[in-house]
């Protein structure tokens, strides 16, 4: 995994005003982005996850999806 497409990913979590350490983190390697995956490390809490695709070349978020 790329650690500016996980940097990013993490600020862009921040951006959104979420502490990205309570999140677990699946990343998937895709043709051209990494997608990330943050999902409650705590059953209970309101709210589900977030799913981010960064941009490989650019390491820049295309999309953010938030699960509910």
């Known amino acids: ?3 500016k497409a996980r940097e990013a990913a993490y600020k862009a979590v921040r951006d959104l005003g979420e502490d990205p350490d309570t999140y677990t983190l ?3 390697e ?3 982005i990494w997608r990330f995956t943050f999902l409650p490390k705590q059953r209970g ?4 996850g977030f799913e ?3 941009a490989k070349q650019t390491y820049k978020v295309n999309e953010i999806l ?3």
Request: glycine share 10%; aromatic share 6%.
């Open 1 to 3: 995994m790329e650690d």
């Open 45 to 48: 809490l309101r709210g589900g």
């Open 26 to 28: 699946q990343a998937t």
């Open 30 to 32: 895709e043709s051209s």
């Open 52 to 54: 981010i695709a960064v």
């Open 66 to 68: 938030r699960y509910q």
